[in-house]
């Protein structure tokens, strides 16, 4: 697939589980898209300015600790985490798939992915069945997210 924003979309959660039980090395970014992003296969560390080896993803691989736990509250969680980032970063900002290379670790200590693949735009409404389903369990949370002093 090119680095077009001309994705498909992913539209619901169980079509996004069934993507990630049928493959591994995918990563979700956020971000304005691959057209933005591929030009320089980069992200910066917010703190310092400093770039990084490649595009700060989260895994969406499920770990083996995990064991027969439904992969789709997995999924949810790893989109709820992060939930918060289009808020913070501005318009424009939106989940993808992508698959691709590590090659280390940022601040947070977050995959950075270089030979990025765009596979799919994630729609927003797979967010919010996301934070239905994270609401849903014995012993909820919130998105992750750093707040100023």
């Known amino acids: 697939m090119s680095a077009s924003d001309d994705l498909p979309v992913v539209r619901t959660l169980a079509e996004l589980t069934a993507l990630v039980e049928e493959h591994r090395g995918l990563y979700v970014r956020w971000s304005r898209g691959p057209g933005t992003d591929l030009a320089d296969v980069s992200s910066t ?74 596979l799919c735009w994630i729609d927003s409404g797979v967010i919010e069945e996301a934070r239905t389903e994270v609401e849903r369990q014995e012993r909820p949370w919130g998105p992750l997210r750093r707040t100023g002093r």
Not at 49 to 77: F, T
């Open 45 to 118: 560390d917010d703190l310092t300015g400093a770039p990084m080896p490649g595009l700060s993803a989260n895994p969406l691989d499920v770990e083996n600790w995990w064991r027969d736990r439904p992969v789709e509250v997995w999924v949810a969680r790893r989109l709820h985490d992060y939930a918060h980032l289009p808020h913070e970063k501005g318009p424009g900002v939106r989940p993808w798939v992508l698959s691709g290379r590590e090659t280390g670790r940022g601040p947070d200590n977050e995959p950075l992915v270089a030979d990025a693949r765009p």
